[in-house]
């Protein structure tokens, strides 16, 4: 994990294998904010869906049971969310390095979409 110190906020990117350690413990609120389409044909189990253009950094949750850790495909929009959390006087965040891409990367379990029945299904379970 590494931290940046924004004025009074901690800013923290998390790696995927912090991530998955930290959600087997259900230590964290994981939040996805790509789109609904991405989120539907594959996804993190138990990740929350809340997509780039409606994060409204006022309406989330506060974090005195769970840490907020975001992630997205890449890292690029989950980063861009936790800073505007930033900006918006939440003082400690984080977002998941290199996103879905990284998780499916490091063969971690994920729900994807079987394309012969188009139900979801377990991967890497």
Aim: with cysteine; aromatic share 8%; glycine share 8%.
């Amino acid at each position: 994990m590494k931290t940046e110190t924004i004025g009074a906020a901690e800013f923290q990117t998390w790696t995927v294998e912090d991530v998955a350690a930290a959600c087997e413990k259900n230590e964290i609120v994981l939040i996805d904010v790509r789109t609904p389409q991405e989120y539907m044909f594959e996804h993190i189990e138990g990740a929350l869906l809340l997509p780039m253009p409606f994060f409204n950094a006022h309406k989330l949750p506060g974090q005195s049971d769970k840490q907020i850790v975001f992630h997205c495909g890449s890292g690029v929009r989950s980063e861009k969310v936790a800073r505007a959390a930033i900006e918006a006087g939440i003082d400690k965040i984080a977002h998941m390095e290199g996103g879905f891409g990284a998780w499916k990367q490091a063969q971690k379990p994920y729900i994807g979409t079987n394309m012969a029945t188009g139900a979801p299904a377990r991967v890497n379970d």
